[in-house]
């Protein structure tokens, strides 16, 4: 399984974009990206999910460069409701793999 | 996609005892995962667990101190045996069906 890295923690304000970037350097050819959201005392929740180019849902939208070895979740306009803690996985989506999650990144928006 | 009714959402237990968590899926999934978080940490990934077969445990867990049960698709088990202080922690269950992966709100422990 790839391993990811992101940023350990962001701060943001009330209305701006955020984008938050996530390393995998080893990804594989049956490899897709999945982001995750988890708030206090609750599960992890799927935001989103690309193998690449770009990829756009109602919450956010995944970049994904051409060499895969990177993607960036982006947030448009947070609000104070978004503060929680986002996770990259990596992993291939046809198969029942595991999700391993690495460390994540803790995004803080204030007002 | 699924959602996953996760009991009890938390417990204080002494030493030495046992607590079963229970996961129960609103629909039929394939494969379920137990997860241990510890405050202010990342999930871990404590097992992978089939319907009808032994549950795979990642390096580091045990079956016999974390014995789990999977009896059919929509339902699994798991249970902290022979607490000690060091297992206090979250534990969470996941599903995968057919949209995707779903999450438990999780099980706080408390060992005392």
């Known amino acids: 399984l790839a391993k990811t890295t992101q940023p350990i923690s962001m701060d943001s304000y009330e209305g701006q974009e955020v984008n938050i970037t996530c390393s995998h350097n080893?990804?594989?050819?049956?490899?897709?990206i999945t982001w995750y959201q988890q708030f206090p005392s609750q599960g992890p929740r799927f935001i989103i999910q690309g193998y690449k180019t770009k990829v756009t849902n109602e919450v956010a939208s995944l970049f994904i460069p051409a060499d895969r070895k990177s993607s960036t979740l982006s947030l448009p306009r947070v609000s104070l409701s978004d503060t929680a803690v986002y996770y990259c996985?990596?992993?291939?989506?046809?198969?029942?793999?595991?999700?391993?999650f690495g460390s994540g990144t803790r995004l803080l928006v204030r007002p | 996609s699924a959602v996953i009714s996760q009991k009890p959402s938390r417990d204080i237990c002494q030493r030495g005892t046992s607590l079963t968590i229970q996961c129960q899926v609103d629909?039929?999934?394939?494969?379920m995962f137990w997860y241990r978080q510890q405050p202010g940490q990342s999930l871990t990934l404590i097992a992978t667990a089939n319907q009808g077969s032994e549950a795979t445990y990642e390096s580091g867990f045990v079956i016999d101190k974390f014995p789990i049960s999977r009896p059919n698709l929509t339902f699994s088990t798991l249970t902290v045996s022979n607490m000690s202080p060091e297992d206090s922690s979250i534990y969470l269950c996941s599903g995968q069906g057919v949209g995707g992966y779903t999450f438990g709100s999780g099980t706080r422990l408390t060992v005392v």
């Open positions: 080893n990804i594989a050819t049956n490899d897709y």
């Open positions: 629909s039929q999934v394939t494969m």
């Open positions: 996985l990596v992993g291939d989506r046809d198969s029942s793999y595991k999700l391993i």
